[in-house]
């Protein structure tokens, strides 16, 4: 039999490498001359594995974690669809202080509304004072329609005033609500650019976007299993984050998580796991939190099925999915077949690739999953875009006012059946996306013409019905976007692709699924084995041959 060479990098360099690939940085001079002291090689070997167990524990491998993550799902900032600042999450209205000289100098007023600046910041305007969100244990006032604490307002969609109930919405002259909750303070010199700007660490738009990153470096930190980025009804967030969930609970009309002020109450939340770089009463930390609390129409329950084609009444949500119902993924991809194919290449390494060769399709009519060149990949695409089609933007915004993410068939998300015929005012977005894709009997559309007559909300059926099948598997009739989770992990999908992308980060380099087969199922399955774990999974590899040999 032939031996192994032996060729293990020497200690110093095993060091360097150790260090480089849990913590971003080369290993300090102290620290090399530390393992330079010890007498034997077998001495420097066990300082280096002492080093690699440290490392594990340090920040900075929380840091490094989050930034491997953040490349690998590789998630962009939520686009704008109008004039920046506008681009989406923000559905509450933004407010600026009245200007010194007025009577109500300092108070805050609505930055854009129907009663002039000059009416709400003088003398007789309406004021109320509130503990605000956003700055818990202070108080400010509040003027002008922003301090309209009546359920009822007005609104003007076409210049005649409407009257409309507020249930706690800041539109048109009804007030911020409870805490504030529906308004936010932008103290800068533009009103608006604040949750915008990708420069503002604390801008909402960044933080949504590094949720789901974020929530893979939590796990890994906390040492929970790897499913959880997928699985669970847990994610991660500041209170800016957690505010964005609150707002799309109350936009569907499910009042009822005003009641809860764990989510920016720090006595509430002092409690919640967190980041190892902020203090757990911090309002800035990454703190664990329920997303089926924060937003009542994505689901604790974590079996819940709905069949638009024959259960009567309307589906109460979809379960939360981790980082699949963030809204820095939801919002960011704004339709259901770029979610799913997102979803496939970066959770289930899948590759989706023009056909290769002379291949006869059958003529495409109106189907991609079904018919032309395009079926190539949209028979992975739409099996997997089906669970993500129940949540769509509408409209713009414009100084964090005016977008909204419908849930058709849900809450308040409820139409005139007209809205299938495209006529005004049917005739935008996402009206018109559905009436040109939604097709009654396409692979992305598993209901007949019939049902759909029946139920117009029967176009939206969000499950995988059994006589298909994604990756080989059959669907448990979960719906949404937890259905999907379900699927990649019950085809062994999803760990394969976290063992890949794990093993690049340590190692340096990808494993080939074709050439290297055996080499991928063996870390797989002993990644499953110990509950899926990244960070013993991770201190596995530095013990490896191929580690240790610089390979």
């Known amino acids: ?138 108080t400010v006032t509040l003027v002008g329609s922003a301090a309209n604490t009546t359920n009822t307002g007005q609104i003007k969609p076409n210049g005649s005033p409407v009257e409309i109930e507020c249930n706690q919405r800041a539109e048109g002259t009804c007030g911020c609500g409870k805490n504030a909750v529906s308004c936010w303070h932008d103290p800068g010199t533009y009103p608006g650019w604040g949750a915008y700007l990708p420069a503002n660490p604390d801008g909402q738009r960044r933080l949504l976007a590094e949720e789901p990153a974020r929530l893979f470096a939590h796990i890994v930190w906390h040492d929970r299993p790897a499913t959880d980025l997928i699985l669970s009804d847990v994610s991660v967030g500041p209170t800016e984050v957690q505010a964005a969930h609150i707002n799309q609970s109350l936009a569907g009309g499910a009042l009822d998580v005003l009641d809860d002020e764990s989510w920016w109450n720090p006595a509430s939340f002092a409690g919640a796991a967190v980041d190892p770089l902020h203090e757990a009463n911090d309002p800035k930390a990454w703190r664990e939190y329920s997303i089926s609390a924060r937003n009542a129409f994505f689901l604790k329950e974590r079996n819940y099925t709905f069949d638009p084609r024959k259960d009567p009444g309307q589906p109460s949500g979809f379960p939360s999915a981790g980082m699949l119902t963030s809204l820095g993924f939801l919002d960011t991809y704004p339709r259901e077949r770029l979610r799913a194919a997102r979803a496939l290449e970066t959770l289930a390494c899948e590759q989706l690739l023009p056909p290769g060769g002379d291949i006869a399709f059958n003529p495409y009519e109106t189907d991609p999953g079904r018919e032309g060149p395009c079926q190539h990949c949209h028979a992975r695409i739409d099996t997997a875009a089906v669970h993500f089609k129940r949540y769509a933007k509408t409209d713009h915004a414009f100084e964090g006012w005016g977008a909204q993410y419908y849930m058709p068939g849900v809450g308040k998300w409820q139409w005139d059946p007209v809205w299938r015929t495209g006529a005004w005012p049917y005739d935008r977005e996402p009206f018109a996306q559905w009436n040109k894709w939604y097709l009654p009997g396409s692979l992305l559309t598993p209901a007949t013409e019939e049902e759909a007559n029946a139920n117009p909300y029967a176009l939206f059926l969000d499950f995988l019905p059994p006589e298909y099948t994604l990756l080989g598997q059959t669907s448990d009739g979960t719906v949404g976007p937890l259905g999907f989770a379900k699927l990649i992990v019950a085809a062994g999908s999803f760990d394969r692709c976290v063992v890949r992308r794990v093993h690049e980060r340590v190692l340096g380099r990808d494993i080939d699924p074709a050439t290297e087969n055996g080499y991928l199922e063996t870390l797989t399955a002993s990644f499953v084995s110990n509950g899926r774990l990244v960070r013993p999974f991770i201190k596995s590899l530095t013990q490896s041959t191929s580690f240790r040999r610089g390979q």
């Open 1 to 138: 039999m032939r031996e192994e060479p032996d060729d293990e990098l020497t200690p110093l360099r095993l060091l360097r490498r150790a260090s480089i690939a849990l913590l971003g940085v080369p290993p300090t001079d102290e620290r090399m001359q530390e393992l330079l002291k010890r007498a034997t090689p077998e001495e420097q070997f066990a300082y280096v594995d002492d080093f690699i167990d440290e490392a594990l524990e340090d920040p900075r491998f929380y840091e490094i974690t989050f930034e491997h993550a953040r490349k690998w799902f590789n998630i962009p900032l939520i686009p704008r669809t109008a004039d920046a600042p506008e681009y989406g999450a923000k559905q509450q209205r933004v407010l600026t202080a009245c200007q010194p000289g007025t009577a109500n100098e300092g108070a805050l007023r609505y930055f854009r509304d129907d009663v002039p600046a000059d009416v709400a910041c003088a003398a007789g305007a309406a004021k109320t004072t509130v503990e605000p969100w956003w700055a818990p244990g202070t």
